[in-house]
């Protein structure tokens, strides 16, 4: 229901809804994907606004758009920017593989709300969609760049944040767990000792390099296609004009963004979007293997491993009283999943490359966007929820090293493999620990001995390694 | 802001929305998991109504709890099952693994609105959400029985109707197509001709075999969990108890359910899903062969295959006026990309299978009917928007084979191959046809030649076969 206004296309006129800003293409790619309630990210829409702001600047500046025009594409696409049009793009992201339709609904959203600006009716394109938001451009130059500008930026401002913070936690852990021995695990089967903040250190390092992954991805990110306009050509484009729009938006973003070295690359392909889901994945597979192993280290909380305590944050069980379970790793393992699944989306995207435009561009940026934000989400979550209530059970890891056999592989530079072998194969066999029976057969003085199987000496033979995380 | 009221749970107490149907464990989970905006999928939340609703009349007829408690439970899990109370579910999927906060939230909303129905005041639960929402139940077996129902309904209400108006439309082309002889193409080389009527019964018979292996999804998801509760043993429940609630299921969805023969390799595990995404995978498959065959057939205007001509949906270029692109295929192929990410977030999801419990049910629910509602809605708009207003371009497939140098292939049988490879060389180099000099050179009779050459003849060399497509 609802007042209308006739819009016409060059395929014919169409009913649009008379509050709409969006126009005739926009209303086309409703009707024509009704497939799901999946929308192009926040992230990307704000950077069609940032694209088409810096558009009119540049082509004013250039001669080839009146100062009016360009003042109010500059003001609505502003108002893209911020948010406050959002509700204007409800085309579905399973539309056209170059993601003309948000192109379209862009140039129309700026074109008719720079018209009313103007003082014109909506659909009477004073500002006009195609001649003027979207001059010297093409959807296959603009949708690329924008999902290089919104990943890039949400890298920076959500993912790098929530991994710094994530990242220090587990370092303060490492320092907190200096002290601590514990059994180290090889194939789950106890092996020499280490120290919990040693593994802590570990984990550390792994977000640290997480870190640098994603600033090689913003690297892979900043060639972008815009200049290229059809083809890589450029044809209908000023020379001048990425050179200058890209860097109105380096700026505004704080990310490094630049004209690609070749536009033919830039447009006809997308293998930068899965080398940066390829990171986003890498950094999935570290967070997996951390929530993994502290889900595991806290098993228990009488029957498990128990050797770490984590935060309770809710009831585990609706049918087992008091049970409370490690809820915050398993979502974080949940968002691995989803990542590394996402990644597979966007490398298919990445092989739909024909000729000189790759189809599958929205859902490639609906995916990476998705694993970006939840990455962010779910490591800020981790290290707020979880990582940074960590207790250590100090005891049980000192109980559980004790009884080790492993220990024995200290005294094997000494006595040779196969005696220690034997040692702790009797050890195993009389239910005796390793040092109890070294001790009787007497297999080294007494103070070699206690020398051998200190077992923080085995966390650190050659002196201090580098444990604490940075 | 807002009013509030206090409730507590064995961990506390904490503020919940006054209005809320939720109640203190729903409050913890989104305190919990402030990750993302993906919800469970309404067919989830329609299928736990399902089972809270059955469970109640079967507790009710085994014994187990009051009439008035079971009819105010019934009462309030229909409304569960019609989606009148879908914004009280606000969980994110980034939860717990076993889908304990869904299916708290679950026994929290049909406890509080028992609760009022019989005239108490929402917190006080003169219904429990335990005792009594949740009797004989477990989240481990309850979320993957939900997963299950919704899954199978999915499947029979949305994707196979789809899929047979889809197969029908293609058979239909096949039909059509059927007197239209065209180049084959192997290693995108011509080949010996076939029918468009062929390559299109091909693809319904694609389609007809997919949806054989949607029932196949189906019959993977007929075994539930349901009656183990909390490791596999059924403790707590009666042992009748998931028989009589899958009959009442199985008689209101008309989807075939029994319970598990085993119910640790249940719960314990969720290779069903795995099978059934696999199965959903292998029809996104299908559908990217078919949509990007008919993309590349219908390749031109001028200067592509041309051999079939799509619809035209929408303009196709914000910079090239009167460009038509296949947005529809396009479109379609986007969704099985999805689909194979999806299908990857499942099997990874699959693999978290600790002792007795899959931990990471909530994120294989959510993508898993996500495929399931994309491949519904995109086939229906293949169908809808592309298949069946395609129009066959016969004079191009006509000039096309004429020129082919495949042609050739037919004579070999009586001329040999090495004679008919030296009569298309020669064909190649002087630009003529090889019926042009298959005649110079007088290889065989005029009459046994237009007979050999004859491409109707090649497309059906042993009498007519199956290629209407059923
Ligand atoms: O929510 C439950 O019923 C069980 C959860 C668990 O196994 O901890
Ligand atoms: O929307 C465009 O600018 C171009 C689309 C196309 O290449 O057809």
Redesign the interface.
């Given at each position: 229901g609802g007042a209308t206004r006739i819009e016409r296309?060059?395929?014919g006129e169409l009913a649009v809804p008379a509050e709409a800003y969006y126009g005739v293409?926009t209303a086309?790619?409703i009707e024509?994907?009704?497939?799901?309630p999946l929308r192009m990210p926040r992230s990307v829409i704000r950077a069609m606004g940032l694209i088409k702001r810096a558009a009119a600047s540049v082509n004013q500046s250039l001669g080839l758009l009146e100062k009016r025009q360009a003042d109010a594409i500059k003001q609505a696409a502003t108002e893209v920017v911020e948010g406050t049009l959002d509700g204007e793009f409800p085309v579905?992201?399973?539309?056209?593989?170059?993601g003309?339709?948000t192109?379209?609904n862009t140039?129309e959203v700026i074109s008719n709300r720079a018209t009313e600006l103007l003082g014109g009716a909506r659909g009477s394109k004073l500002v006009h969609p195609?001649d003027h938001v979207?001059l010297g451009?093409?959807?296959?130059d603009?949708i690329p760049t924008a999902i290089h500008i919104a990943a890039s930026e949400t890298i920076q401002r959500q993912l790098i944040p929530s991994l710094t913070r994530l990242q220090k936690a587990l370092a303060k852990k490492a320092r907190e767990f200096d002290k601590i021995v514990k059994i180290g695990r090889t194939h789950l089967q106890d092996a020499t000792p280490v120290r919990l903040g040693q593994e802590f250190g570990g984990y550390a390092r792994q977000i640290e390099l997480g870190i640098a992954r994603m600033r090689r991805a913003q690297e892979a990110l900043s060639e972008v296609a815009l200049g290229g306009?059809?083809v890589g050509t450029g044809l209908?484009c000023h020379p001048q004009f990425a050179r200058k729009v890209m860097a109105i938006i380096s700026k505004e973003t704080g990310c490094p963004f630049k004209e690609a070295a070749n536009h033919f690359e830039a447009q006809s392909a997308q293998d930068s979007l899965v080398e940066a889901s390829g990171e986003l994945r890498t950094l999935a597979v570290s967070l997996t293997k951390i929530a993994n192993d502290i889900r595991w280290l806290g098993s228990g909380p009488r029957c498990g491993l128990g050797e770490i305590n984590l935060p309770?944050?809710?009831?585990?069980?609706?049918?087992?009283?008091?049970k409370v379970?490690p809820?915050?790793a398993?979502?974080v393992?949940?968002?691995?999943?989803?990542v590394?699944?996402?990644?597979?989306?966007?490398t298919?995207?990445g092989q739909?490359a024909n000729f000189e435009l790759i189809?599958?561009l929205?859902?490639m940026a609906y995916?990476l966007l998705?694993s970006i934000?939840?990455l962010a989400?779910?490591s800020n979550?981790f290290a707020a929820?979880c990582i940074e209530g960590i207790k250590a059970n100090e005891e049980r890891c000192k109980s559980l090293i004790e009884e080790s056999l492993a220990m024995c592989t200290a005294l094997a530079p000494e006595i040779g493999y196969e005696a220690a072998a034997k040692l702790a194969k009797e050890a195993y066999k009389s239910g005796k620990t390793v040092r109890q029976v070294a001790r009787e057969q007497k297999v080294l003085p007494e103070k070699r001995l206690a020398e051998l199987l200190d077992p923080w000496r085995m966390t650190e033979p050659g002196g201090p390694v580098g444990s604490a995380g940075g």
């Open positions: 296309d060059t395929m293409q086309r790619a024509n994907f009704p497939i799901s579905d992201i399973f539309q056209t593989g170059s003309t339709s192109n379209m140039n195609n979207n451009q093409s959807s296959n603009v306009t059809a209908n309770e944050t809710q009831p585990g069980s609706s049918i087992m009283p008091g379970n809820v915050i398993e979502s393992t949940m968002v691995c999943a989803q590394i699944g996402n990644d597979v989306t966007v298919v995207g739909a189809v599958m929205p859902v995916n998705q934000e939840l989400a779910a979550n929820k």
